[in-house]
């Protein structure tokens, strides 16, 4: 690999990048939060009710027509702006129960994450799975307590469920004062200052009171009996508390904690800029010849999500990269490793929500999309010609739920194979076939339920295609390993099914983890992957 670097104006931009995903369980708030960021900085002017049934308004970073209709996120979305100097990138991955495995691929483009936590619930079902894929990754995660106009968990006890939970220590940045109708606003630690906020209905500016703790008008502001409160919280922090490590931070082993609520933007802005100050400029990736420098003067990029007909009326598909090393240009020539051969790029765009603009220029840390004829799969790598780099494939999570679909009008075929084929190609479903039959039937499996619906309203929608659907008893699903296997000769139980993945490979479809382990035992040498690699 070249050792040349950029010059110092690129290499400036690159280290103002910040690239981070929110993640959540549903309802934690969110989609609430990065509206509220975006209107920070200065993105949007005002910040959209995602359930409101009087204001119909979907949230700004929901754009296929079921999020609209339904008031949540099904799929990933990608924004960008500025705030103090600094360029930011947010991945906005799906909240919801039945999110897709498009959530899990999205954290792969990640430098950081933020957990949204609802502060009345504490750590909840999807924020668990979410912050597994982190912790495989040992990205930098930054949590947010929302909801603290509300009625919430014992401040101690939610960080105590934090570390229990997810096995991750703690350090809280600031600290509540009360909750619900009591919440008075937060306690910055380190400046040693109290913020006293005051809503505004979701304006931009928040009005704020500061005080340190040893001034005589903190008890006036707040009350004694909270004023007493706190400085015995703030004695046990400081004495019993983990010291906030950026070093832990930045290997992904301490948390630092905030607490606010999106919706009445307390503790907002003070997150943002903390945040901001610890998280670094865009990180090295790992490729098959090693380690690929941000600064590097060469350019290299990964595909992690496709998706296609984002505007029905041109019945579009597009690739989103992450850029990695370098500078990537308007016009460029660039190397597609997959396909093995140059390709143009002339229509970069970068997205907010359904708004594209043209990018002329676009840094390491960067997130760009650009028109795809096909060519493009998850995980391809595109770099400079002159050097040639290949990063590691994204894995192919394993599904969850599995159903069988067929088409009802038989003379669709062909629209049928289109349809299933290029949505499983954006990586929310995958689709299976079982050995020596056709694609009049396919075998979906998905991570979430809601994944199902989202297929048939999109060929119903997108490819004018009616399906039938037939739930399947399957809950497991393994790749087999072993290349020169003779599948017919495998010793499997009545409920366990064959099948083969679009790229030939086969798997099996297992009802229960007993008969994963009746598989392994009865097949001596057999090999199963629990995800693959493209």
Known sequence: MSDTVLSLQDREEIEKRRTFAIISHPDAGKTTL??????????????????????????????????????????????????????INILDTPGHQDFSEDTYRTLMAADSAVMVIDGSKGVEAQTRKLFKVCRMRGIPIFTFINKMDREAKDSFDLMSEI?????????????PIGSGKRFQGVYDREKQRMLKFAA????????????????????????????????????????????????????????????????????????????????????????VEGVVEPASADFSAFVFKIQANMNRAHRDRVAFMRICSGVFEKGMEVYHVQQGKKIKISQPTQLMAQDRSIVDKAWAGDIISVFDPGIFSIGDTICSSSNRVKFEGIPTFAPEHFCRLRQVDTLKRKQFIKGTTEIAQEGAIQIFVEPNKGMEEVIVGVVGTLQFDVLTHRLVNEYNIETRMESLPYEHIRWVENKDLDMSALTLTSDTKVVQDMKGNYLLLFADEWNIDWALSHNKGLKLAEFSRN
């Open 34 to 87: 990065t509206e509220k960021l975006l209107l920070y900085g200065g993105a949007i002017v005002e910040a959209g009710m995602v359930k409101g049934k009087k204001n119909m308004r979907h949230a700004v970073s929901d754009w296929m027509e079921i999020e609209k209709q339904r008031g949540i996120s099904v799929t990933s979305s990608v924004m960008q702006f500025r705030y103090d100097g600094f360029c």
């Open 163 to 175: 570390e229990t939970e997810l096995g991750i220590e703690t350090c809280p940045i600031n600290w």
């Open 200 to 287: 505004t209905g979701g304006a931009h500016e928040v009005a704020s009171v500061e005080m340190a703790l040893d001034d005589p008008g903190l008890g006036d502001l707040i009350g004694e009996e909270a004023r007493d409160q706190l400085l015995e919280e703030m004695e046990l922090l400081d004495g019993a508390g983990h010291p906030l490590d950026l070093d832990m931070v930045r290997k992904g082993e301490l948390s630092p904690v905030f607490f606010g609520s999106a919706l009445t933007n307390f503790g907002v802005e003070p997150f943002l800029e903390e945040f901001l100050r610890m998280t670094t400029s865009p990180l090295p990736r790992q490729c």
